[in-house]
């Protein structure tokens, strides 16, 4: 009982401190690239927070499955230093005696990972896709700032408007550089409004002149009009059918046998699989010498997560490119992984004792 509970104390502090580490070192890099971002026009400045928001649900199981595996690791790496270790085995506690308090600990933070990887993460994904979406495709003259010029998504024409209206639906004193493969143009108005059609948005330009050059020939053209239209930006937004494998439910991924639907799967139940192959992991190598005051086994267990998980990407890679069925790639990674740290464990209770034999046949011989 007391060490159970010894145990779990120390997992659950550990584990608190090192996700609100881990959490903010990433939400410090992502708020630095999400500004960056908006500032070159790529986001809108309004969305940062919330992007800020996604993207830290989206990746919480990783950043649950790291933290949980740091924790396990260091707290008994920690207690092979403090020759606590050395105290539970010689009272008859072999290593494999610690699944059991780990799990106690961990079962939670596995369950949360599972719940995150199956159900949230396709949500988060469909939600930021969305607005990402919606801000791409917002009409260019809704992208143009008052008084300064600016260039199209599509990067053939330059705008300089002078807004007139709140909300940016009217505009006087507009004037358009456009560039379509030779031809160059120049249209400048008095004013100009959009018109949304469920098709796309067009720019509707009164009273102006569009002054035309062929940059082949050396031709150009002037002409004059009282009503003029320009495309302002294509409304096509992703539908259910046209969002990616990443943004879509579990269960319709689950219906669908397309490759890359398959591959998505099996990367979300990897992340669940993998959290849970991660503890056995880290029991097997927090193993470390008392005398010896370095931390390399923390290094070796970090490069064995780095490992562990570029391998869930490969074989959502492999299934997503038909290499290997979903069935074989999770067996393979994560069967692979469960065998490994089995052994590993087996070798940590019975290791010592095996290498010992030699030496004990060595002194029977002698001794006779």
């Known amino acids: 009982m007391l060490f159970d509970s010894s145990l779990r104390r120390d997992l659950s502090r550990t584990f608190g401190a090192t996700l609100v580490v881990i959490l903010t070192i990433v939400l410090t890099m992502m708020v630095i690239r999400f500004l960056g971002q908006a500032a070159l026009g790529r986001v809108s400045p309004q969305d940062v927070a919330l992007l800020l928001g996604y993207y830290a649900l989206g990746h919480l199981p990783t950043m649950l499955s790291l933290s949980l595996f740091i924790a396990v690791v260091a707290t008994l790496s920690r207690m092979y230093r403090d020759s606590e270790m050395v105290i539970w085995f010689a009272s008859g506690v072999g290593l494999s005696r610690f699944v059991r308090p780990v799990l106690r600990v961990s079962w939670p933070v596995l369950l949360v990972v599972a719940l995150l990887a199956l159900f949230v993460w396709p949500w988060v994904n469909k939600h930021s896709t969305e607005m990402r979406e919606r801000f791409e495709q917002r009409s260019d003259l809704s992208r143009v700032a008052p008084g300064q010029f600016q260039t199209s998504r599509d990067g053939q024409r330059v705008f300089f ?15 358009i550089l456009s560039k379509q493969g030779e031809r160059e143009s120049v249209t400048s108005a008095r004013s100009g409004r959009i018109v949304n059609t469920p098709e796309a948005n067009y720019l509707v330009l009164d009273r102006g002149q569009r002054n035309e050059q062929n940059l082949k020939t050396e031709e ?8 003029y239209r320009v495309l302002a930006g294509e409304r096509a937004l992703s539908s ?3 969002l990616p494998p990443k943004a879509r439910r579990t269960i319709e991924l689950l ?8 591959g998505e799967l099996t990367w979300r139940l990897g992340l669940t699989l993998g959290a849970a192959n991660l503890l056995l992991l880290a029991i097997g190598l927090s193993s470390t010498q008392p005398r010896r005051a ?12 780095v490992v562990y998980f570029n391998l869930i990407n490969l074989s959502q890679a492999w299934v997503a490119s038909s290499k290997m069925g979903m069935g074989f790639a999770l ?4 069967g692979g992984a469960f065998v ?15 290498a010992l034999l030699p030496r004990l046949r060595a002194a029977r011989k002698a001794a006779a």
């Open 240 to 242: 259910v059918d046209n």
């Open 220 to 227: 150009k053209t002037v002409s004059r009009f009282e009503n």
């Open 340 to 354: 490994l740290a089995l052994a590993l464990l087996w070798w940590r209770d019975h290791g010592t004792n095996l």
């Open 255 to 262: 219906r669908g046998p397309e490759p890359r639907a398959q």
């Open 161 to 175: 408007i002078e807004r007139a209206s709140e909300d940016g639906r009217d505009g006087r004193n507009v004037f």
């Open 331 to 334: 067996t393979l990674t994560h």
């Open 294 to 305: 370095s931390n390399w086994n923390l290094l070796f267990a970090l490069l064995a997560f």
